[in-house]
T-cell receptor
Framework: DAKTTQPTSMDCAEGRAANLPCNHSTISGNEYVYWYRQIHSQGPQYIIHGLKNNETNEMASLIITEDRKSSTLILPHATLRDTAVYYCIVRVGNSGGYQKVTFGIGTKLQVIP | KAGVTQTPRYLIKTRGQQVTLSCSPISGHRSVSWYQQTPGQGLQFLFEYFSETQRNKGNFPGRFSGRQFSNSRSEMNVSTLELGDSALYLC???????????FGDGTRLSIL
């Protein structure tokens, strides 16, 4: 399984864009990048995923570099409710078996008023 | 659709006992995965079931086991509990393909 590296913590001012980086230099061609976040005492919440093209949904945007070795999750207008631990994982996005994915410790994002 | 439901939410056991945790996946999802989360360790993969068959298993001792029923509901069992088994146990379901997993809020297990 490809491993990911994320900063341990980040701060962001409320209303500004939060840019969370993730390094996945050993990613394979058929592995997708997934982002989740976890607010204290809750289970992880799915945010977005992508293979090689940039993706956007109602929650966030995902920018994947052309060589796919890194990606950035963008929360365009961070609010206090976005304070959470953000996890970046990679896994194969097809049927036929689920990988032994480990989430790591993620990035603790603190949104500051 | 209802989300992933885990029961119970909290559990206190003593060393040497065994425990069974339950997970009801989102309707239509056939894949159920279990994770252990401890402070500083992130989420560690335990195992995954798809259509009642275990497809993958993480690096946990044999004291940790699971099963999945024909309605896709899953149970996880831990025997001979140790203090180090205190953790948040999370269940996630998906369609088994490339779609993302959806997590329950977990069962917090405390071992005294």
């Amino acid at each position: 399984d490809a491993k990911t590296t994320q900063p341990t913590s980040m701060d962001c001012a409320e209303g500004r864009a939060a840019n969370l980086p993730c390094n996945h230099s050993t990613i394979s061609g058929n592995e997708y990048v997934y982002w989740y976040r976890q607010i204290h005492s809750q289970g992880p919440q799915y945010i977005i995923h992508g293979l090689k093209n940039n993706e956007t949904n109602e929650m966030a945007s995902l920018i994947i570099t052309e060589d796919r070795k890194s990606s950035t999750l963008i929360l365009p207008h961070a609010t206090l409710r976005d304070t959470a631990v953000y996890y970046c994982i990679v896994r194969v996005g097809n049927s036929g078996g689920y990988q032994k994915v480990t989430f790591g410790i993620g990035t603790k994002l603190q949104v500051i008023p | 659709k209802a989300g992933v439901t885990q029961t119970p939410r909290y559990l206190i056991k003593t060393r040497g006992q065994q425990v069974t945790l339950s997970c009801s996946p989102i309707s239509g999802h056939r894949s159920v995965s279990w994770y252990q989360q401890t402070p500083g360790q992130g989420l560690q993969f335990l195992f995954e079931y798809f259509s009642e068959t275990q497809r993958n298993k993480g690096n946990f001792p044999g004291r940790f086991s699971g099963r999945q029923f024909s309605n896709s509901r899953s149970e996880m069992n831990v025997s001979t509990l140790e203090l180090g088994d205190s953790a948040l146990y999370l269940c996630a379901s998906s369609d088994g393909g490339g779609q993302p997993q959806h997590f329950g809020d977990g069962t917090r297990l405390s071992i005294l």
